[in-house]
């Protein structure tokens, strides 16, 4: 009786080590990382969208000449944030809704870099308690986006090389149906990466 039961258990023992090398936890245990880092980038560009009331007051009180710069930051702002063009992590494996939103958050972030390279050439904005606080708040933010995106794409990497490597594939195609992940990858190359902006006024940067 002691032989059957030991022979039962490591009977047991393999089924279940046969089913976990079948993809049936690996493939949506890489799957649910992937979403929860989509959901860190999301974020984090939420997060960089929420500072720019604070640059709005700024501008709008010492750069008059700015404004009309600042008004294309306000209408890229808003167009990235629109609730159709986010993505939720079923949409993960859609390669149109990806570069939509990729080109939504690049165009966003391209007038943003060039309204803060215009308002640096303002002495009187540089020397801004509000405007300095702002910087070090949105190189920061960009940081954290690259980061973000980073961890990211390397869970897509894994996911996907999950669902296509033997046994796991057998478990992601005839049980999950899996579909490959799109990792956030721009038109321009390294444009995946958010930009760095060196905000330093002259006298810093020579310090």
Same mark, same amino acid.
């Given at each position: 009786?002691?032989?059957? &039961?030991?022979?039962? !258990?490591?009977?047991?023992?393999?089924?279940?080590?046969?089913?976990?090398?079948?993809?049936?936890?690996?493939?949506?245990? &890489?799957?649910?990382?992937?979403?929860?880092?989509?959901?860190?980038?999301?974020? !984090?560009?939420? @997060?960089?969208? /929420?500072?720019?009331?604070?640059?709005?007051?700024?501008?709008?009180?010492?750069?008059?000449?700015?404004?009309? +710069?600042?008004?294309?930051?306000?209408?890229?702002? &808003?167009? !990235? +944030?629109?609730p159709e063009i986010q993505l939720d992590g079923n949409d993960l494996s859609d390669a149109d809704k990806?570069?939509?939103?990729?080109?939504?958050?690049?165009?966003?972030?391209?007038?943003?870099?060039?309204?803060?390279?215009?308002?640096?050439?303002?002495? @009187?904005?540089?020397?801004?308690? /509000?405007?300095?606080?702002?910087?070090?708040?949105?190189?920061?933010?960009?940081?954290?986006?690259?980061?973000?995106?980073?961890?990211? /794409?390397?869970?897509?990497? &894994?996911?996907?090389t999950t669902i296509r490597t033997f046994p796991d594939t057998i478990g992601a195609n005839i049980i999950h149906?899996?579909?490959?992940?799109?990792?956030? @990858?721009?038109?321009?190359?390294?444009?995946?990466?958010?930009? +760095?902006?060196?905000?330093?006024?002259?006298?810093? !940067?020579?310090?």
């Amino acid at each position: 009786m002691n032989q059957f &039961a030991a022979f039962r !258990a490591s009977i047991v023992a393999a089924a279940a080590l046969a089913i976990s090398a079948c993809g049936i936890n690996s493939v949506p245990a &890489a799957e649910e990382t992937a979403k929860a880092k989509w959901a860190d980038v999301e974020a !984090a560009f939420q @997060e960089r969208a /929420n500072l720019v009331p604070n640059l709005e007051q700024i501008v709008m009180s010492s750069a008059e000449q700015e404004r009309a +710069t600042l008004e294309s930051v306000i209408q890229a702002r &808003a167009s !990235a +944030t629109r609730p159709e063009i986010q993505l939720d992590g079923n949409d993960l494996s859609d390669a149109d809704k990806m570069a939509q939103y990729q080109q939504a958050q690049n165009t966003f972030g391209g007038a943003l870099s060039r309204l803060m390279a215009n308002v640096e050439a303002y002495p @009187e904005l540089r020397s801004q308690d /509000n405007f300095g606080r702002f910087m070090t708040q949105i190189e920061g933010q960009e940081n954290r986006i690259r980061v973000a995106i980073r961890d990211y /794409n390397e869970a897509v990497r &894994a996911y996907n090389t999950t669902i296509r490597t033997f046994p796991d594939t057998i478990g992601a195609n005839i049980i999950h149906g899996a579909e490959p992940m799109v990792p956030y @990858e721009a038109v321009t190359q390294g444009a995946e990466v958010a930009p +760095t902006l060196d905000m330093r006024s002259d006298s810093s !940067a020579a310090n």
